[in-house]
């Protein structure tokens, strides 16, 4: 579900890495929003990333 409708952007994976150089499993997030935008002049809800909402990539409602 954690993917921008526009740009495609989802989670990333890697790992922590300890003191000790021990690795375990991570995952960073995208920082995706629930918004009302414009597809086709139809006011709808989709998933969009902030750094698309702040380019203008989409026409919110």
Known sequence: MAK??????GAHFGCNVSHSHKRTNRMWKSNIKRVK????GVPQH???CTSCLRSGAVERA
């Open 46 to 48: 989709a998933y969009v």
């Open 4 to 9: 921008c409708a526009v740009c495609g952007k």
């Open 37 to 40: 935008v414009k597809v086709d």
